[in-house]
């Protein structure tokens, strides 16, 4: 029932890269910015990229993202054990917030 | 430093009206670059948009809510409210007000769990 289309889990191992994907349409994704938000379990979201590539200040460079047409990717390269957590893309759609249903990034 | 902390009961009973403040520091709800709203998010679940305003008077509902929905903001007091009537149990959530700067999220509360239940 989400807007944005994200799968569900991933996992990968310390060290490792692993990248998230989210498919929106030309009413969202193709026509504004794309964020990601990381919530380790018990915490509040925390912003980890807006803009669709920009990192706000204290965001390592081991996050990146991008867009491409109607769909972004998160990248997380050097991955750490405290990098588990669920992972939300949001965009606009018509002036209003829209998510993805969530990835949880298990690193194992 | 901008704090953004949620505050109100955290059980409400099906029917009933579900109110929570939302008290900023570290910045102005009047600021006219941004915005100010409402997420939820139930048990175990994802990010649901509840609804946003501006200063300017600008209010954007989820349409799924707009019916029971209200949010008003007191400049005076730098806070903002929501609340949601006739609330059911599908209204249990974490319910998070946080900052939106352009077409971003960039600053949330710590969340308050509301759970419906008699």
């Known amino acids: 029932q989400f807007v944005l289309t994200q799968p569900p889990s991933v996992s990968a191992a310390p060290g490792q890269k692993v990248t998230i994907s989210c498919s929106g349409s030309s009413a969202n994704i193709g026509i504004n910015r794309v964020c990601w938000y990381q919530q380790v379990p018990g915490q509040a979201p925390k912003l980890l990229i807006y803009d669709s590539n920009k990192r706000p200040s204290g965001i390592p460079d081991r996050f990146s993202g991008s867009k491409s047409g109607t769909s972004a990717t998160l990248d997380i390269t050097g991955l750490q054990t405290g990098d588990e957590a669920d992972y939300y893309c949001g965009t606009w759609e018509s002036g209003v917030v829209v998510f993805g249903g969530g990835t949880r990034l298990t690193v194992v | 430093h901008l704090q953004l902390q949620e505050s109100g009961p955290g059980l409400v009973k099906p029917s009933e009206t579900l109110s929570l403040t939302c008290a900023v520091s570290?910045?102005?709800?009047?600021?006219?670059?941004?915005?100010w709203g409402w997420i939820r998010q139930p048990p175990g679940k994802g990010l649901e948009w509840v609804g946003t305003f501006h200063d300017s008077g600008n209010t954007y509902y989820n349409p799924s809510l707009r019916r029971r929905l209200t949010i008003s903001m007191d400049t005076s007091k730098n806070h903002f409210s929501l609340q949601l009537t006739s609330v059911t149990a599908a209204d249990t959530s974490i319910y998070y007000c946080?900052?939106?700067?352009?077409?971003?999220?960039?600053?949330w509360g710590q969340g308050i769990l509301v759970t419906v239940s008699s």
């Open positions: 946080a900052r939106l700067g352009y077409q971003v999220v960039d600053t």
């Open positions: 570290g910045g102005s709800i009047a600021a006219p670059e941004y915005y």
